[in-house]
């Protein structure tokens, strides 16, 4: 079945960063466009990164110039490198196949002094 892990969220200073990862697995990565989510307490969640089965990525006007995102075909993972982060960054961080119903458990990233 379909699984995706997220991992490397933590507890980091403002200004910052963190490097999340999101292994797959139960599908052929290669064929699927991929986003990251983040959802903050008592908000919606929201799409922050894309990047598609080709590597063009899209961004979130919040995290532009702070945030990249990349994949890994071969081992079946997508990363969001996570620069400058600031408290609004404080969230669960998911991963999402495009289109897909399926989501990981997510990753805690909490920005704060």
């Known amino acids: 079945q379909v699984q995706l892990v997220e991992s490397g969220g933590g507890l980091v200073q403002p200004g910052g960063s963190l490097r999340l990862s999101c292994a797959a697995s139960g599908f052929i990565f290669r064929n699927y466009d991929m986003n990251w989510y983040r959802q903050a307490p008592g908000k919606e969640r929201e799409l922050v990164a894309s990047i598609t089965t080709a590597g063009g990525t899209n961004y979130a006007d919040s995290v532009k110039g702070r945030f990249s995102i990349s994949r890994n075909n071969a081992k079946s993972t997508v990363y969001l490198q996570m620069n400058s982060l600031k408290p609004e960054d404080t969230a669960v961080y998911y991963c999402?196949?495009?289109?897909?119903?399926?989501w990981g458990q997510g990753t805690q990233v909490t920005v704060s002094p």
């Open positions: 999402r196949r495009r289109g897909r119903p399926e």
